[in-house]
């Protein structure tokens, strides 16, 4: 059982180029979310998806767009990176829990620089 | 949308010293509240929760108060040892109840135990 998973560890990007981050769980969870980790900023949301088939936007979703074609994978697409999305980006899924809860379990993170 | 403060951004203490850090919320509504741990370099992973339904909840050295009128909470760390340096996060949610799946953040806390 590898819980969540992220693909690349790291990336270095020149600005204008694209990249797709894999995020994939085999917990079997519903939920699944993307997050941008900055420095003084916390863990700011940028888009995710309530089941297969579905996302919506978080916190900060421009720039970025997401696929959850499979239950299990979340995918973070650049179409045309940035230097503000130099950034750690974690992947995080949650189960539906009858009692309303909404622990998440993170994946291991993607350091991403554009240059 | 929801809006959570965290204090203090940085906390030195000596081993064997209590630390205390807290959060405010702003969205009545809430009713799920987790901590979450993130070690140098590492992804964030939960220690403890809350739900509105409880005022307080203890787990060896670790202890989390909730008091909803006044929209905040506590996380309370005893005796502590080098390893619990970390950055600390507090985050706050609906839950599905609610029909809002997203956590949202305080921007953490830097622990440093000496010793």
């Known amino acids: 059982n590898a819980g969540v998973t992220q693909t690349p560890k790291f990336r270095v990007l020149k600005t204008g180029q694209s990249m797709t981050l894999l995020c994939a769980q085999d917990?079997?969870?519903?939920?699944m979310y993307w997050y941008r980790q900055d420095p003084g900023m916390g863990l700011r949301l940028i888009h995710y998806?309530?089941?297969?088939?579905?996302?919506a936007k978080g916190e900060v979703p421009d720039g970025y767009n997401v696929s959850r074609l499979k239950k299990q994978n979340f995918l973070l697409g650049l179409e045309s990176a940035a230097p503000s999305q130099t950034s750690v980006y974690f992947c995080?899924?949650?189960?539906?829990?009858?009692?309303?809860?909404?622990?998440?379990?993170f994946g291991p993170g993607t350091r991403l620089t554009v240059l | 949308g929801e809006n959570v403060e965290q204090h203090p951004s940085t906390l030195s203490v000596q081993e064997g010293d209590s630390a205390v850090i807290k959060c405010t919320y702003s969205?009545?509504?809430?009713?799920?509240f987790p901590w979450y741990k993130q070690e140098l370099g590492k992804r964030p992973q939960l220690i403890i929760d809350?739900?509105?339904?409880?005022g307080e909840k203890k787990d060896q050295r670790i202890a989390v108060t909730l008091n909803k009128t006044a929209k905040h909470f506590s996380l309370h760390i005893t005796e502590t040892q080098p390893e619990d340096s970390a950055v600390y996060f507090c985050?706050?949610?609906?839950?599905?109840?609610?029909?809002?799946?997203?956590?949202?953040f305080g921007k953490g806390t830097l622990l440093t135990v000496n010793p």
């Open positions: 995080a899924s949650s189960p539906w829990d009858i009692q309303g809860t909404d622990t998440q379990y």
């Open positions: 917990m079997n969870h519903e939920y």
């Open positions: 998806s309530v089941g297969e088939g579905t996302t």
């Open positions: 969205d009545s509504a809430s009713n799920y």
């Open positions: 809350i739900r509105s339904n409880v």
């Open positions: 985050a706050a949610s609906r839950g599905y109840r609610g029909s809002n799946y997203k956590l949202t």
